[in-house]
Every structure is written in structure tokens, then in C-alpha cells.
């Protein structure tokens, strides 16, 4: 795993040499974050700024530090916007110097389609932005991930920062650069890779999620210790409590520990030409869930803890788990009250699932690939060559009641 940097010397890249030593006399005052960088090549790394106890000056210099040009524009949905919008308004505009404009979308994974994506590129046209410019994705995985789109293709490229609100956001979606919407025949279809000029993690802005949105968001930390973390994970099963509760330390562990995570395998594999893949755990199950059942129905980490169940269920009938891992991994997802199992009413079944999965971005050549487990905990694999009769048997199980089927 990555080290910790510590806060004294973490501040890349950053626009002056009084920025950094006024920061450093600021952790005197017990300035309460941590960074951890995401290493790239060609002098892309970024810092991952993760803590609480920001003071306005400080945030106000980190953000516009990654700032390259002198314009901005915060983009968020309105859910958000009411909450935290002015907020950051205020601290890009401190000093005067940027011209700050904003835009509202509205709130949904619904909403995350090319249309809506348009509106941003629409808004910097009328702004006559140009390829300076700096877009702030304001918000959860689906604004991340929209705007980090329109950035990599307003003008082929612009800068842009990620501001996370959600635990999804803040673990997963805002780190290593995926951006894209969503296509009616499958999710997340249309994107590119475009990496952001730093992620900006703010935990305070968790005490005002909603209970659902919280527990979506630890099926992407579950996640971690499941395919490659093992200490993690085992953490996890002592301290899920802690994290439901919302405890500070726990919370905040638990997203350092996954940026870590994600920040290492992305170093290694920044276009999931290999092991960033295995960062798909459950996720095409999970992607056929949320397109089957309609865009909307299921938050995105609901229909991938089902799909990691149904991974932890497949690799457990090919033998390649054992009885008491599959039982582990569905008894840490109903801990953190995540759905293991379709209900009834579910309009899935075994053609919806077989077609869905089909145009998975992780097909080649014809062949569905999977991210099952294999071996101890904190193992996995991306493979294609799999027992198809298990994935099979598999669906089947999952979609018997469904619909009232028998």
C-alpha cells in the first residue's frame, strides 16, 4: 500500500513557494488531513486531500493552487447546491482573482446520460471558457463522472477538480480518472479516461448523507479488502459498526485506506489494461442490475453489492472460495445493511442478465470476462475462463423468486 504523506511536505503540486510555508506553519495549529498521491507519468500526479478540519484559508489555497488558468466553473446538482455550493463558490473566489461561475443539474443516476452532459459543455461555450479553464465536478459519482467528461472533450481537454461528497465518490469514482455517461443499452459506455488536477475530500460532508447513500458507498470500501486488502477487510468486520454510525476516525480510515487502494492499482494500470479491472468486482452483475431494472431504481454500490454476492456465490460453486469466505462476504454487506438478494418484484431474469452482460465493457473479442474471487481472502482474478454452467446456475438462483417466479 501507499504510505500516509504527511501533511507537513504533501502539498503537489502547488502554485507558489508561500502556499507551501504557509500550510506548514498551519499544521501547527493541528490541521486535521492527509494526502495520498496518485503516481502517473509525464508529471500528472495529484494529491488526494482526505480530512475535516480544513480552515477556509487553507482550503481556499489548495483548491485554487490546482487552478491553472483564471476561470472556473463549479458544476453540482440540486440536491447539493443548497447545501454546499456557496460554500465553495466563496472559497474559489477568496482573493478575487478566478471568475467563478456555477451550474445545477439535476440529482440522479437518471440524469447521467449525453444530454445532460451537453448542458456543462453548453454552459462553457456561453462562458466563452477557454482551454485554461477549471471545472469542478461538485458532488457525487454521477457529477464526478459528468463532468470529468465534459472536461476531457470540451475543447479535447481541460482542466478539472474532483469534489467529492459521497463515500462512492469519495473511495472509488473521483480517483484515477474514469469519466463517462451512461448509454441506454449499457452503463457508463460513453467516456474517456481524464484524470483530475487533484480530489478534494471534505468528511464533514458526510454528517448530511443519506443513511441509503452511506451504505452504497461501503460496498465500494467492502470491496477493497475483498479483492487484494485482506487486513483491511478484516478491519472492516470490527469496525463496520463504527462506520455506520459515522464515527470520525472509523470514517476516515475506512476512505484513506480505500484511495489507497485505488491509488496503488492505478498507478500500476491507470487504463485497466489488467489489474484495474479486478476494481470491477461484482460489477457486471451489478451494471446488468442497475440497466435492467432501469437507471434510478438501485444506487449504484446497492446493485454492486448484490453483484459481488452473486461473485462471491459463482466462485464459491467452481471451488475456487470457500463455503465460510462466501458466508464472510455476505454477512459484512448485511452489516452494513447492503442488499445481498433481488426482490421479488425485480423485473430481472436469466435473458435480461445474459444479454445485459454481453456488452460489458469488460468483453474481448466475444468473451465476457468476470472478476471472481479465488483463493484466501484479499484474492482475486479477471478472467475469462470460467465455468459458464456456474455463472448460469448462479443467475438462475438469484432470479428463482423473482417476479414470482418458482
Request: proline share 3%; glycine share 8%.
Amino acid at each position: 500500500l501507499l504510505a500516509i504523506i504527511s501533511t507537513s511536505h504533501a502539498f503537489v503540486p502547488v502554485a507558489s513557494s508561500s502556499f507551501s510555508r504557509r500550510i506548514d506553519r498551519s499544521v501547527a495549529a493541528a490541521t486535521d488531513f492527509d494526502v495520498v498521491k496518485v503516481d502517473l507519468t509525464d508529471g500528472r500526479d495529484y494529491p488526494i486531500y482526505i480530512g475535516s478540519g480544513y480552515t477556509d484559508d487553507d482550503a481556499s489555497d489548495m483548491l485554487k493552487s490546482h487552478v491553472q488558468g483564471n476561470k472556473v466553473l463549479i458544476v453540482t446538482n440540486d440536491r447539493i447546491a443548497p447545501i454546499y455550493l456557496e460554500k465553495y463558490e466563496k472559497l474559489f473566489s477568496e482573493g478575487g482573482d478566478l471568475q467563478v461561475s456555477t451550474l445545477v443539474l439535476p440529482d440522479g443516476e437518471e440524469h447521467k446520460t449525453l444530454d445532460v452532459m451537453t448542458t456543462i459543455l453548453d454552459k462553457a461555450m456561453e462562458l466563452a471558457l477557454d482551454r485554461k479553464s477549471t471545472f469542478v465536478a461538485l458532488g457525487g459519482g454521477v457529477i464526478g463522472d459528468m463532468v470529468g467528461f465534459a472536461a476531457a472533450v470540451y475543447q479535447r481537454g481541460i482542466n478539472f477538480i474532483q469534489i467529492p461528497t459521497t463515500v462512492m465518490a469519495m473511495v472509488d469514482s473521483s480517483v484515477g480518472g474514469k469519466t463517462g455517461v451512461n448509454h441506454p443499452l449499457g452503463k457508463n459506455m460513453v467516456g474517456a479516461f481524464h484524470q483530475p488536477q487533484c480530489v478534494f475530500i471534505d468528511t464533514n460532508t458526510l454528517s448530511t448523507l443519506p443513511d441509503r447513500e452511506l451504505q452504497s458507498g461501503i460496498a465500494e470500501v467492502i470491496k477493497y479488502g475483498l479483492i487484494r486488502d485482506a487486513e483491511f477487510f478484516e478491519w472492516q468486520e470490527k469496525n463496520m459498526d463504527g462506520i455506520m454510525k459515522r464515527d470520525r476516525d472509523a470514517l476516515k480510515y475506512a476512505i484513506r485506506r480505500s484511495c489507497e487502494n485505488k491509488a496503488d492499482v492505478v498507478k500500476a494500470d491507470e487504463k485497466e489494461a489488467g489489474i484495474r479491472a479486478t476494481l470491477n468486482l461484482g460489477h457486471t452483475f451489478g451494471h446488468a442490475i442497475e440497466n435492467g431494472s432501469g437507471y434510478g431504481t438501485w444506487l449504484h454500490g446497492e446493485a454492486v453489492a448484490i453483484g459481488t454476492a452473486m461473485a462471491a456465490t459463482m466462485s464459491a460453486e467452481m471451488g475456487w472460495i470457500d463455503e465460510e469466505l462466501c458466508k464472510r462476504t455476505y454477512d459484512i454487506m448485511e452489516s452494513a445493511n447492503l442488499p445481498v438478494e433481488l426482490p421479488v418484484d425485480s423485473p430481472m431474469d436469466k435473458e435480461t442478465f445474459l444479454k445485459l452482460m454481453s456488452v460489458d465493457k469488460k468483453v474481448a473479442n466475444g468473451q465476457l470476462r468476470l472478476i471472481l474471487l479465488k483463493g484466501a481472502l484479499g484474492n482475486c482474478v479477471f478472467t475469462g475462463d470460467f465455468d459458464e454452467n456456474a455463472m448460469v446456475k448462479t443467475i438462475d438462483e438469484f432470479v428463482a423468486e423473482c417476479s414470482g417466479k418458482e
